[in-house]
């Protein structure tokens, strides 16, 4: 499971890893919370979310969406995520903290997931997807 | 210049039809020399992309400060046909009206000297900024219904501002067609909390006075003298925007099937103007965008009040020069081989820039066409133009927005520490204020094309003429 930046010359752009599609969205997840706040840990904060589309691409789409929203209106910080996926969808367990404008707004605000390029393969090591962020 | 695009002028370029599958019309964008070094092969191909979009009208179009970015490039305008076109969330980006405006005060640079430092704390304490920033303005989902419809005017009312602002801004704060049914509860929950709020990222207000005026009689229309100090206030819809986006862009591309549109990006899902998803997004947007123009608007009454009470002026010295939107898609007429026709543009990273005469310009302007607005990057200069006739034949009236980025936000943070840029720009006199160095390092100004050439394009070009130019002194970031 891992994440790597990628050159855009505006924008976010991610390449993210996993070994199974639970991973890479968890991986995924993990990633936008590094990008937008640094540090976290958890401290108690549970959430649950459930998310069903019509493609695993645009699962990915709804849930990063979903992600966005939920930091936005609740002003939390996840770290960790249990992601369960079957078939197109998706349940998660999110962990995490209260956000603490001190130590979190070292990152950068994400505003938007993009469409652009957005579809997940497979290859030797596992699942891939690149994901373009608007920052 | 890359393979594959034809020059057709000093600072025009064409990327023809086939440059990727199934172009409609060709791509044409304006490049100096010296700009042309930093255009990807990335920002090109997006260029080429919305050329293939149902109805898209003459060419697809990008300004000087053409960039990768998704879907549209950024700096890209196109428009479409009213009946065989779409409209499209990627023409407009996550940040619907982000935007510029700017204001003048009765001072000169003298009288800020020794106050500098106090006035950008006073600013930065005034207006939240930053990531999770909330506003202190508190409002129920009832206000909100009326502030995506009545945009700044809902502000004025409140107390936050007088009515000649309204007249300065670009669609007079508040676009007509807003749906309110058209914005999901999340937009709202989202809304609510964050009006009156700068936001993160390139988002600022900066204090800057007027270093140089190079079209005097313009200047004195525009209420510009040399010296003077100004501010300018750069942001846009917040979350409530980025969401409206969300959810339209989603809706959009579950229905291209439906309308059988084949894109080349998903990012550029689009529906006929006139269908019940078009019409939804295009609902949805105006709300933002009034939400946006409202958020300015607050803004500036902040920064105003701050003004007021350390120099003793009256509120009404401090007057809106004009307020742009650089993210927007709009119902326009314009000229279309010799007959007037009604057009959807989309702006993406654009400005619009009417020449003199055009009805939707203030009257105190029309003599001289209406102020654009260019934000410079951190410490580097803005500038006020004007629109232009020649802007209104070639680009549907629309000109650059800003500077362009030219290296990543990653990269940047790799070459440069934000202590180093605060401390560099402080030596020169710039004075930034921001929740953390990180964020002044994403912005610092060699990640991006020098505001000068860009702006030096538009005016060589005539799609908007430079009037004055304005020097930072200090800025506040999120």
């Known amino acids: 499971m891992s994440f790597e930046e990628l050159e855009h010359t505006a924008d976010l752009r991610l ?28 401290r108690g904060v549970e959430r649950r979310i459930e998310v069903e589309a019509e493609s695993l691409d645009s699962l990915l789409f709804d849930y990063l969406s979903e992600l966005l929203f939920i930091t936005d209106v609740e002003n939390v910080v996840f770290c960790t995520f249990d992601v369960n996926i ?30 652009s390029g957005l579809e997940i393969r497979r290859d030797e090591e596992g699942y891939v997807v690149e994901i373009i962020l608007d920052v | 210049m890359l393979a594959g695009i034809n020059r057709v002028g000093d600072l025009e370029w064409e990327v023809p039809i086939g440059y990727v599958p199934g172009m409609r019309v060709p791509g044409r964008f304006f490049l100096s020399a010296s700009l042309a070094g930093t255009l990807e092969e990335g920002a090109v191909r997006q260029l080429a992309n919305v050329a293939t979009m149902p109805g898209i009208v003459k060419y697809s179009l990008a300004m000087p400060d053409i960039h990768w970015g998704y879907g549209f490039p950024i700096g890209g305008v ?28 009765p001072l000169t640079e003298s009288d800020l000297a020794g106050k500098r430092r106090e006035l950008i704390e006073r600013l930065f304490a005034a207006i939240p900024t930053g990531v999770g920033a909330k506003s202190t303005l508190r409002i129920s989902n009832k206000d909100l219904s009326r502030v995506m419809v009545e945009g700044a005017r809902w502000a004025v009312e409140r107390g936050f501002g007088t009515e000649a602002d309204l007249a300065r801004c670009e669609a007079e704060g508040a676009m007509s067609g807003a749906d309110p049914d058209a914005v999901s509860s999340k937009a709202r929950q989202r809304g609510v909390p964050q009006l009156g709020t700068l936001g993160a990222g390139n988002h600022f207000l900066e204090v800057q006075a007027v270093r140089e005026i190079l079209d005097p009689a313009t200047a004195e229309t525009f209420g510009l003298k040399e010296g003077q100090v100004c501010f300018m206030v750069h942001c846009g819809s917040r979350g409530l925007g980025h969401q409206v986006a969300t959810d339209h862009l989603r809706t959009l ?10 894109l080349p990006d998903r ?9 019940p998803e078009g019409r939804g997004y295009y609902g949805g947007m105006v709300c933002a965008a009034n939400y946006a123009w409202a958020n ?12 007021a009470k350390m120099f003793g002026l009256d509120y009404d010295e401090m007057r809106l020069v004009y307020d742009v939107a650089h993210n927007v898609a709009k119902f326009e007429r314009h000229e279309v081989d010799g007959r007037p026709v009604e057009v959807c543009v989309h702006r993406k990273g654009a400005t619009r820039a009417f020449g003199p005469k055009a009805p939707e310009i203030p009257h105190e302007y029309a003599g001289v066409g209406q102020p654009v607005i260019i934000p410079g990057s951190m410490g580097t200069p803005s500038y006020l133009l004007c629109g232009t006739t020649t802007a209104m034949q070639k680009t549907w009236g629309s000109t650059c927005h800003g500077a362009g980025r030219v290296l990543s936000r990653s990269k940047v943070k790799k070459e440069v520490l934000g202590k180093e840029v605060r401390e ?12 953390s160095d990180a964020a002044i390092a994403e912005e610092a100004p060699q990640a991006y094309k020098p505001s000068q050439e860009v702006v030096r394009v538009v005016h060589v070009l005539g799609l908007s003429a430079i009037v004055a130019r304005l020097e930072p002194l200090g800025v506040i970031k999120g």
Request: proline share 3%; charged share 20%.
């Open chain 2, 424 to 435: 560099q720009l402080a030596g020169e006199g710039i004075l930034v204020r921001a929740h």
């Open chain 2, 253 to 262: 591309e579950a229905a291209l099937s439906k309308y059988r549109i084949h």
């Open chain 2, 267 to 275: 990012q550029l899902a689009c529906a006929p103007i006139d269908s």
């Open chain 2, 296 to 307: 300015r608007q607050v803004i500036m009454h902040e920064a105003r009040n701050v003004f």
């Open chain 1, 15 to 42: 390449r993210v890893r996993g070994a199974t599609l639970d991973e890479i969205f968890a991986e995924a997840g993990r990633a936008i919370f590094q990008v937008m706040y640094g540090c976290c840990k958890d």
């Open chain 2, 78 to 105: 196109a428009a479409f046909d009213m009946t065989e076109g779409v409209i499209s969330p990627g023409g407009v980006g996550f940040d619907i009206n982000c935007g510029v405006r700017l204001i003048t005060t």
């Open chain 1, 86 to 115: 079957q078939g197109t969808r998706l349940t998660a367990v999110l962990r995490g903290e209260p956000l603490d404008p001190a130590r979190h707004s070292g990152g950068t605000l994400i505003k938007g997931v993009s469409y």
